[in-house]
């Protein structure tokens, strides 16, 4: 009876896995379905462990075959985030490297709006001094927490305060000659777009996004939509683009693989590692949500992701360093004539609904 249990709990698990990692290759647009791209590392680890434990069970080896498979179908799309694949962002030479005056860092923060520890995020930007800081999710008193901690060390702010954990702020020790914010396709969610001027007088492109979440009750159109509309704009940009953010979806997913081919920006994870950002709260549920794309004019110095600053995000620090000419190595797949009409239907849509942005409410809950 023992055995009969066991046998009829791996073969109830295999088949659960199997729908976890197959529904998200539907590409339907809804968070029901896309949420399951998410925990595509740790179905990996639950698999070879079971496929381990089916191996050592008198006939269980058939399904220990059906869990190797869910094992191999997880890393063909996580295995370009480790240091066995090839890099995308190239490494900056060593005369790049010592000239600093094209030099740019980013450091990257949803604090988490109840979050309050305000100290905790102004200690580690002094301790680092990246150039630019992208502050997620603040309302008005982590601005003014900000301000009353950094502003000896930030002439230039962008602010954008939001109640609704949508809140955007952007703080640069170099000059910002144009600034524009948005809210591109889903109202009250902004997006910031601005003109970075380096040390070596040179103009660089910043986009600073917070899509939407994936939910189980809604679609992801807005969210899906928001990230395809920054990609394409970034590829038309007359100036190297960064794009970077909480963008709410992992590297490898459907919907991030897509933006990368309709921009063009090269990922400095691939070949590097996951980095992941969420959770800081929960060891065994982490996935990179927090994100930075570059054109393949930059360069590599640096990444890394940081200490907690009491918000479900880690941080993240890149340091790219901007290059006289694009890398020609690392090109990435054009978008489909068919996908782009894809995406530009879900934007038509998005943009001819009338609804509350996603997820609005959740901080006023904590």
Known sequence: MSAMIVYVFLYAFAALMVLASVLPLLKVPHGAIRAFEFPRVQLFWVAIALMGVSVWID??????????????????YIVKFT???WRQTL??????RRDTRHHISFLSANVKKSNRDYGRLIALTRREKPDVLMAIEVD??????LEEGLGDLYPH?????????????VMSRLELPETEVRE?????????????RLRSGEDVRLYVVHPEPPVATHDTKGRDGEIALVGMEAAQDRLPAVVSGDLNDVAWSTTTRRFQRLSGLLDPRVGRGFYNTFSAFHWWARWPLDHLFHDAQFRQLGMSRLDKIGSDHFPMLFKLALAESKSDICEIEDACVEEEAEVKEIIREEHARDRTAIGSDWEDED
Not at 65 to 75: D, N, P, S
Not at 91 to 96: M, P
Not at 140 to 145: A, E, R
């Open 140 to 145: 008005d008193d982590w601005i003014n927490g």
């Open 157 to 169: 702010w962008i602010k954008v305060p939001k109640d609704t954990g949508y809140g955007l702020c």
């Open 83 to 85: 240091p066995v694949w």
């Open 91 to 96: 490494d900056a030479a060593d005369a790049l």
């Open 184 to 196: 591109i396709l889903t109202e009250g969610v902004p997006s910031i777009k601005v003109t970075v």
């Open 59 to 76: 006939g269980a080896r058939l399904v220990g075959l059906v869990f190797g498979a869910v094992a191999l179908l997880q890393v063909v």
